[in-house]
Nanobody
Framework: VQLQASGGGLVQTGGSLTLSCSAY????????MNWYRQAPGKQRELVAF???????DYANSVKGRFTISRDNAKKTSYLQMKALRPEDTAVYYC?????????WGKGTQVTVSS
């Protein structure tokens, strides 16, 4: 099983980006889908979560600005990010729970310029 994340880039303050993360390999279904981020010199933090049933949760710092969604048929999660701020600059990682095991994607860099 491998996760492939994409969609990062450089954007100005107030801009938008959408990240995606897809699972490949022997994957029947994906349980929880998570997005984390890690800024330089900081610990990795959970940004958003979506359950198999579609329930979501967000870090307080991104509530109202980020939206997580999923396409079960495509085994893909999306993280729509709006009203981006310089403090959102980080490497963003996806983590999926598949058959009781956790899988991480390689990070994708998001840089928000002021």
């Amino acid at each position: 099983v491998q996760l492939q994340a994409s969609g990062g880039g450089l954007v100005q303050t107030g801009g938008s980006l959408t990240l995606s993360c897809s699972a490949y390999g022997s994957v029947f279904s994906v349980a929880g889908m998570n997005w984390y981020r890690q800024a330089p010199g900081k610990q990795r933090e959970l940004v958003a979560f979506i359950s198999m049933g579609g329930g979501t949760d967000y870090a307080n710092s991104v509530k109202g600005r980020f939206t997580i969604s999923r396409d079960n048929a495509k085994k893909t999660s999306y993280l729509q990010m709006k009203a981006l701020r310089p403090e959102d600059t980080a490497v963003y990682y996806c983590k999926f729970v598949i058959s009781g095991s956790e899988y991480w994607g390689k990070g994708t860099q998001v840089t928000v310029s002021s």
